[in-house]
């Protein structure tokens, strides 16, 4: 099994139903559209600073020229809106109610960058069902060929939509810091992904460090447990957010710290960070990235379409 296989798994419904019409079909058929970077910023462990990675890596995506949307999948718990100080008239909530189309909740948020909200306190949506996750990615093919950069806040932990969202994105960044919770938390999400799901790629962000060689030695240690027991799973070095006093008093200012404070040492680094992955190509052949896995989609929809017609 590989990745997109596990994605499917992921996919099919309680009833061993298969959707008929995959999101992002509209690639298949026309390969030569674009199709933006999907990129998951995720921890094992709450807290860890993603919420604020991906509003900085969002706004200085947006500078450096890039058409960029964030998807706040945190979906009970959000809060991205608040820390750049937006209040959306509408979220998520009634995009799945059937009350508004994915276009009448986008926010446009600092530096010009689209954010689909989420919301906050209702439970169900921590759960979302085989449909509505396909739902949404039907809706947001609607606006693949308008975004140069997708950014997808997971929430923390191992539930079925963290999974899901992290195997939609072609690449996944891990958000760790120094603490040993946050260490085995962070191992313990991606041992789920290649264990159940075969996803075998991902960065590793370390947070809340004082400098490089703290991060590196956070690196080495989830490094040395990945080779061992996960030999196959390729975890690469990204690079360090520092502790920066700037960074909490920009979230007062509800602004990105990018924005608020453009000198501070958290700034400079989100910044080369964000210009990495602009410069970055698709990872299309690693993780599959969606086009990939909706081919395998395809292909496997064909397969039981054949096994149907043989039987
Ligand atoms: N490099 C840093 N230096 C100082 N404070 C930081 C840094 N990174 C994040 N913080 C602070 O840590 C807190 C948590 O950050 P954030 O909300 O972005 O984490 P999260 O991983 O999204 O949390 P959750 O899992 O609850 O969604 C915030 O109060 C933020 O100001
Ligand atoms: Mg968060």
């Known amino acids: 099994m590989d990745q997109a296989e596990g994605l499917r798994r992921l996919m099919e419904s309680e009833n061993g139903e298969v959707y008929s019409r995959p999101p992002f079909s509209s690639i298949l058929e026309n390969p030569s559209k674009t199709i933006p970077k ?31 949307l964030v998807i706040d999948a945190d979906l009970g718990l959000s809060n991205i809106d608040v820390l750049l100080g937006l209040s959306p008239r509408y979220t998520i909530e009634h995009f799945f109610r059937g009350e ?4 009448e909740i986008l926010i446009e948020g600092p530096g010009g960058i689209l954010i689909l909200p989420a919301s906050s306190g209702i439970s169900e949506l921590a759960h979302l069902d085989e449909a509505q996750k396909l739902f949404l990615l039907n809706e947001i093919e609607l606006f693949s060929e308008d975004i140069d950069i997708l950014l997808i806040d997971t929430g923390a932990g191992i539930s079925s939509n963290v999974l899901y969202f992290n195997l939609v994105a072609q690449e996944s960044i891990v958000i760790s810091t120094s603490e040993p919770t946050s260490i085995t938390d962070a191992y313990a999400l991606m041992k789920v992904l290649y264990k159940q799901f075969h996803k075998k790629d991902f960065h590793l962000l370390i947070n809340f460090v004082l400098n490089e060689q703290e991060a590196k030695e956070v690196f080495r240690k989830i490094s040395r447990v990945v080779d061992h027991y996960l030999n196959n799973l390729s975890l690469r070095y990204l690079g360090f957010i520092p502790l920066d ?21 958290s700034s400079r680094n989100l910044f080369t960070l964000a210009k990495l992955l602009c410069e970055k190509p698709p990872n299309l052949q690693i993780s599959g990235g969606l086009q990939f896995f909706w081919r395998q989609f395809l292909h496997y929809q064909s397969r039981r379409d054949q096994r149907g017609e043989e039987s």
């Open 245 to 265: 006093e700037k960074l909490p008093l920009a979230v007062k200012k509800q602004q990105a710290v990018i924005e608020a404070f453009p000198k501070a040492p």
């Open 100 to 103: 508004k189309t994915l276009s």
């Open 38 to 68: 999907v990129i998951s910023i995720t921890s094992g462990k709450g807290g860890v600073g993603k919420t604020n990675i991906v509003a900085n890596l969002a706004y200085a995506s947006a500078k450096l020229g890039k058409r960029v």
